[in-house]
């Protein structure tokens, strides 16, 4: 198993992406804090089935927009499981709204989410990662980091920003041995039910026959691509890739089908 002996914390553990990742850290021998900002059955459920793996699991409800509450999640899952050797920060909000409709709150509640959040983690843990000269911050971006698209300014702000901050954790941390990369999931087969959505998403009409062939590989992506490019980056075989970004999307938007 490739995880053996680190243990991650992983937010927006409970469902979709996020509970993927939790499930294949804890395959591949990770023990897992587990974080998520409502559903605590469904968290509860996650951690009892990462247990059922061997590993030991320590989850907590929080508002990672709140800066104390980062800093308090943290403590306590060093203080369940000893130390933090992999950071992701998967936790996010997506709403799609035109720019002329977007109100200061939602800006700001936006990044809070989105970008603070993984500032207020990042700085809680690397501490302990100084300690000890090891460690992975895995940040998961999206298309908004790549394209610009109608109705998401906010989040396609948030999202650049996230890159360029990872990018300066990679360069001022690599000394002692800290990681720090970006996932960006194209197209993934997950539950949309938010309503903040825009309405071709609420609908169900984002993965239709049509919209799939603009994919090259031709196929929606699965929450197992996500986890399995986690893993990667969790693992010590990327141990010679920092400041980086993976694009999981299928070749959608890096290359074309057609001359």
């Known amino acids: 198993m490739r995880l053996v002996g680190k243990t991650a914390l992983v937010t927006g553990a409970s469902r979709n992406i996020g509970k993927e990742i939790s499930l294949a850290f804890a395959r591949q021998g990770a023990d897992i804090a587990l974080s998520a900002l409502q559903n605590e059955d469904d968290l509860k459920e996650v951690s009892e089935q990462c247990q059922g793996l061997g590993v030991k699991t320590y989850s907590r409800l929080a508002d990672l927009s709140d800066s104390n509450q980062c800093r308090e999640l943290v403590d306590k899952s060093i203080e369940a499981l000893g130390k933090i050797d992999i950071l992701v920060c ?26 603070d959040s993984s500032f207020y983690l990042t700085r809680s843990v690397i501490p302990n990662m100084i300690e000890r000269q090891n460690g992975s911050i895995i940040a998961i971006g999206g298309a908004s980091a790549l394209i610009g698209r109608p109705s998401t300014s906010a989040v396609a702000a948030s999202k650049t920003g996230l890159w360029g901050f990872i990018r300066s954790v990679a360069s001022e941390f690599a000394q002692h041995n800290i990681r720090a990369n970006m996932i960006n999931p194209g197209t993934i087969d997950t539950a949309r039910n938010n309503p903040e959505w825009s309405e071709r998403f609420s609908q169900g009409t984002w993965n239709t026959d049509e919209s799939v062939q603009k994919i090259p590989l031709r196929r929606l992506g699965r929450v197992e691509d996500i986890a399995n490019a986690c893993v990667f980056l969790a693992s010590d075989e990327s141990s010679y890739i920092t400041g980086d970004q993976l694009n999981v999307v299928g070749g959608k938007y890096t290359v074309a089908t057609e001359g």
């Open 90 to 115: 998967n936790a996010a909000v997506r709403p799609h709204h035109p720019l002329l409709t977007v109100t200061d709150e939602d800006w700001r509640r936006i990044f809070a989410i989105n970008l």
